[in-house]
């Protein structure tokens, strides 16, 4: 898939040689957005260097759901930012690209009708590949969207694990005893539970933060899944920005599909912040 920009980026080049005046694609603003297809992959080009610094893209859409925008970048260290809007211009979601991905996905809930995406660069330029996948998802407009829930006869959403909330099941009643008994205190529990995290492990990024439904906790998405070696029940830690765990943010996987999966963090989505990078134990 990467194959097909470094041809385009090579075909721009040699367009651009012998003197031709280049001429303006005209996408740079959101009259001149160019539609582009569900499922299908399409190439394009932003410098800043060359006055070709922004681009609009639209998609329409037939029914409520998730519009899920995947941008591959040729140019990993480009500086540059993904903005989703509606068809009024309002914003939906925004991404700054950092230099540690090739690629920057965005998931919107969105409703019937044509969305843009804006791409933008102040330094640098890079041939991107562009994706728009679209689910269906019959939400209530007031409601917020939330992953589909496991079936594997646990928590759904991992409450559980979370240390502050009043016991609400005999497993987490007989579990504190246990501590108590031992002459330990709340904090024990999260020790042991750190102490598990070892062995082989996988790197990851959240590509999605919602809310509980206590607003308590945060379930998270990440991109990697079982091709990764990321089953039910493996545990994961939230990175800081230095790369050390912060370990009262682990989290169990409730989900895992081929290429993505879903857990619960205790910590609130606007505690969690810019951190994005997770690691996850597969053994």
Request: hydrophobic fraction near 30%; aromatic fraction near 6%.
């Amino acid at each position: 898939m990467h194959m097909r920009p470094k041809f385009v980026a090579l075909a721009l080049l040699l367009m651009g040689c012998g003197g031709a005046e280049k001429k303006p694609d005209g996408d740079g603003d959101r009259g001149g957005a160019k539609e582009l297809f569900l499922d299908k992959l399409t190439d394009d080009f932003i410098s800043a260097e060359d006055d070709d610094a922004i681009d609009w893209k639209f998609f329409k859409v037939k029914n409520r759901g998730i519009l899920r925008i995947t941008v591959y970048w040729d140019n990993k260290r480009i500086e540059s930012v993904i903005d989703v809007r509606d068809r009024f211009g309002a914003l939906l979601d925004s991404r700054k690209h950092s230099s540690e991905l090739e690629k920057d996905i965005l998931e919107v809930r969105v409703e019937p009708g044509t969305h843009f995406v804006r791409l933008a660069t102040e330094q640098g330029g890079s041939v991107y590949t562009i994706e728009g996948v679209f689910e269906r998802f019959d939400f209530k407009p007031d409601d917020d969207f939330r992953p589909e829930a496991v079936t594997d006869g646990g928590d759904p959403l991992g409450l559980d694990e979370v240390d502050d909330d009043p016991p609400s099941t005999k497993t987490r009643s007989r579990s504190r005893s246990r501590s108590r008994s031992r002459g330990g205190d709340k904090p024990k529990p999260r020790a042991r539970s750190s102490a598990r995290l070892s062995g082989a492990s996988v790197s990851a990024s959240i590509i999605r933060l919602v809310k509980t439904r206590d607003g308590k906790g945060t379930v998270l998405t990440i991109n990697r899944g079982q091709s990764a070696g990321i089953r039910i029940g493996s545990r994961g830690v939230i990175l800081d920005d230095d790369g050390k765990q912060i370990k009262k943010w682990t989290f169990r996987i409730t989900k895992a599909g081929q290429k993505t999966s879903t857990g619960t963090v205790n910590g609130k989505k606007g505690t969690i912040g810019h951190r994005r990078r997770v690691k996850v134990y597969t053994k």
